[in-house]
């Protein structure tokens, strides 16, 4: 499975920003989609998690309510949609692959390359 991130970029502080993961190959084998972010010196971090069906979703307390994941399986392409964006937020953002839908990064099988997101304060 092969994901490739985009849409990140530079944003102030309380806008919005739309992050995209597209996946390719045999997606069906690890079929819970995840985000996790990395800031500057900080360990990975879990931000979000969807089943195959999108009829579950997981979030990080310190996400909730201010960021959606969401995907479309005809486009096997997974979404997260960033609102109310901080500057704490700033992060590379990952996309990830995996069977179950946890917030371990140690779960999840596939990666992609990361898309940075900054937040000016």
């Known amino acids: 499975v092969q994901l490739v991130e985009s849409g990140g970029g530079l944003v102030q502080a309380g806008g919005s920003l739309g992050l995209s993961c597209a996946a390719s190959g045999r997606t069906f084998s690890t079929p819970v989609m995840g985000w996790f972010r990395q800031a500057p010196g900080k360990e990975r971090e879990f931000v979000a998690a969807?089943?195959?069906?999108?009829?579950?979703?997981l979030y990080a307390d310190s996400v909730k309510d201010r960021f959606t994941i969401s995907r479309d399986n005809a486009k096997n392409t997974v979404y997260l949609q960033m609102s109310s964006l901080k500057p704490e937020d700033t992060a590379v953002y990952y996309c990830?692959?995996?069977?179950?839908?946890?917030?371990?990064?140690?779960?999840?099988?596939?990666w992609g390359q990361g898309t940075l997101v900054t937040v000016s304060s």
């Open positions: 990830a692959a995996g069977v179950l839908s946890t917030r371990s990064w140690s779960r999840y099988e596939h």
């Open positions: 969807i089943s195959w069906s999108g009829s579950s979703t």
